[in-house]
């Protein structure tokens, strides 16, 4: 096991230095220049050309790219930005505690009450009660999170007034952002519960608990429900590590400082640096992210988990298993 | 000796948004302890569903089932903890009926841990106990069902089964699923198993030669209803129903200078989804009448011998 976290955490290696040199080579060729922005409409010809010179842009490709992997891996740094002129990590890591912030509670929402109704959902499949969660939650999936963002603002701030509407000065601040993020998730893992419920309460060995005698509570959540766990984990996952990049749209309408909108700003600048500094975060805890969900997997899973351990040596010595699958 | 179950007017009906679907429609037979009975009939004549019903895994619609001279058929949480204990099934497909997530001796434990009757050491004696009376391995004591050939899966599926002493196992199909080799095995370990501990089966299958094989009576079904009930002899020596004629017709014979008349029948299964009152087969019976569109009685036509047909003493010239 622990040479199959190893082995994942080394692949890491060869997916950053790729995603480095694509995002740079992607940045290279996009139009629009960074100094005309930083020095407005008003600036001579040749102060552009001072800047350019000055930030090193009217290098060859070949050139920059080998001095931004060089100051990216041997002096682990993005450099700074050329806007604000400060130093990109430190940057990103002020933004990380609010970013994190809005994924973990959004994300831990969705799973708190989407898992339960989708549960209740699937066991009671076909009733009048299933239909309408359902039907409520296919409202929930289809609606872009700005407007309900909005909605939340409009009823939450401005007419009951017990709501901040934007900013970050307390854990207030979030509530609303982190509910307008987790709607969507709850509706979505609600869906996936009671169908991933439903296919794995329908198999025999269902059957075969009840037979058993083992209570109801118990054939839903110690027999079915972690069997129908791989799907879930896989979404809220995936909405997880995606989150964790920074949700562009609510950190925006609630003027949170996090990676999302500092992204963003960055690409209308043209901010190189601040740009190729984010994108290389989010595919670093997208990595990082995706590999406890594997691990997850493996404490849920039997199957996977011998996957995993398929060639250890302590497995053959102990003699056990093994039989002709 | 008295019947260990009985089933009496037995009905299980699923309501779909098409219609009520009449799986298991007034069916009434008796089964004697330490006895095997098969059910056979063609896919999908609720010979699965009728199991699945008497060993309440699901709720009949409505008649009766008396086990041990007890009626059964509605019984609560507590009491049916208590029958669970004496009534068991083994699943057709050994891939699907064991919880991936259990390991052979987690399988085993859990319904000996439910019952409260093993703690400790007792519990893992009893578990090899078990393991060793159906022929697993001791190394696979930590095995998982996916590190596992189908015939051990049964096994495994087997002894989970037999943990708690029952009296009555239903054996759903338990061989369809495994290559002919260990069916045999399985076969041979469930007649064991059976003379060991005075077992009562009722043998669900669509297997003729192994409904031949291990059974002491059998039950023809078609769509749901039960259309001949006699010994397994009397069967295949002098089977009544012209139902029963074509699908024991249907054994392919080895006997080269003899070979079996196969008798096709003609026309499509009727839908079990709100069918007509009356013998369901008469649609491709070849000695249909009117008469057939009445329901039919399960009739005693000798000892032991019951045939639901209206004509079955004209069809086969008995007086």
């Known amino acids: 096991m622990s040479k199959y976290i190893l082995k994942r955490i080394l692949l890491m290696i060869p997916i950053l230095v790729g995603v480095a040199i694509l995002i740079f080579t992607l940045m290279f060729f996009v139009p629009g220049d960074p100094v005309e922005i930083i020095l407005g409409s008003s600036a001579t010809q040749a102060q552009v050309e001072t800047v350019r010179e000055q930030l090193g842009l009217n290098q060859p490709y070949i050139i920059r790219l080998g001095s931004f992997l060089q100051q990216l891996f041997l002096h682990g740094s993005f450099g700074n930005s050329y806007v604000q002129g400060t130093d990109v990590g430190a940057e990103l890591l002020t933004r990380f505690p609010r970013t994190l912030i809005l994924a973990l509670f959004s994300i831990l ?72 993020n987790a709607l969507g998730g709850i509706a979505g893992v609600a869906r996936l519960t009671r169908s991933s419920m439903l296919e794995v309460i329908r198999a025999d060995y269902v059957s075969t608990a009840r037979a058993k005698g083992v209570s109801e509570h118990d054939v839903i959540y110690k027999h079915a429900l972690p069997n129908a766990m791989i799907p879930i984990i896989t979404m809220c996952g995936g909405r997880f590590g995606g989150q964790l990049g920074g949700t562009v749209v609510i950190e925006t309408v609630f003027s949170i400082p996090g990676i999302g909108a500092y992204l963003i700003n960055s690409i209308n600048n043209r901010d190189y640096n601040a740009v190729q500094g984010s994108v290389l975060y989010i595919a670093f805890t997208f990595s990082v992210v995706m590999l406890l969900v594997d691990l997850i997997y493996a404490f849920i899973d039997p199957r996977i988990k011998a996957q995993y351990e398929g060639h250890s040596k302590k497995r053959i010595k102990r003699g056990e298993v093994k039989a002709d699958a | 000796m008295s019947a260990l179950l009985e089933v009496k007017h037995l009905k299980k009906y699923f309501s779909t948004h098409k219609g009520v679907v009449h799986a298991v429609d007034d069916v009434t037979f008796s089964l004697d302890e330490g006895k095997t009975m098969g059910v056979v009939g063609e896919s999908g004549c609720g010979k699965s569903t009728l199991g699945r019903t008497i060993i309440h895994l699901q709720e009949p619609t409505e008649g009766q089932i008396i086990f041990q001279g007890e009626d059964v058929t509605h019984l609560k949480r507590k009491d049916l903890d208590r029958l669970r204990e004496n009534m068991q099934i083994v699943f057709q497909d050994p891939y699907s009926s064991l919880n991936p997530r259990l390991s052979v001796r987690d399988t085993i434990a859990e319904p000996l841990i439910l019952s409260h009757k093993f703690k400790g050491a007792a519990l893992e004696k009893e578990v090899n106990r078990l393991m060793e009376l159906v022929g697993i391995e001791k190394r696979l004591h930590n095995a998982y069902p996916h590190e596992m050939d189908g015939g051990r899966r049964q096994r495994v599926g087997i002894g989970r089964a037999l943990a708690l002493n029952p009296k009555f196992i239903v054996c759903d199909e338990p061989v369809s699923a495994l290559d002919v ?44 209803q039960l259309v001949e009930t006699c010994s397994t002899e009397e069967l295949f020596k002098n089977q009544l129903h012209p139902y029963s004629k074509a699908l024991l017709s249907a054994i392919p014979s080895v006997d080269i200078h003899n070979p079996t008349k196969r008798i096709v029948i003609k026309g499509e299964i009727v839908s079990p989804i709100d069918p007509k009152p009356g013998c369901r087969f008469a649609a491709r019976c070849p000695y249909a009448c009117e008469a057939c569109k009445e329901p039919q009685k399960l009739e005693m036509i000798s000892t032991g011998h019951f045939v639901s047909c209206c004509r079955v003493k004209e069809i086969n010239q008995l007086s």
């Open chain 1, 109 to 180: 929402l969705s799973m708190v009450v989407g898992i339960p109704l989708g549960i209740r959902a699937a066991t009671h499949a076909n009733s009048a009660e299933d239909r309408i969660s359902m039907f409520v939650s296919m409202i929930g999936v289809s609606m872009p999170n700005f407007w309900l963002a909005l909605m939340l603002v409009l009823l939450f701030a401005l007419k009951l007034g017990i709501l901040p509407s934007s900013g970050d000065k307390g854990f207030e601040y979030y509530i609303l952002p982190i509910l307008a």
């Open chain 2, 181 to 224: 080799s260990i069916q045999a095995q399985v076969l041979n370990l469930l007649m064991d198993l059976q003379q060991e501990n005075k077992l009562t089966y009722m043998f669900v299958t669509h297997d003729l030669s192994v409904v031949r094989h291990i059974s002491d009576s059998i039950c023809v079904m078609y769509l749901g």
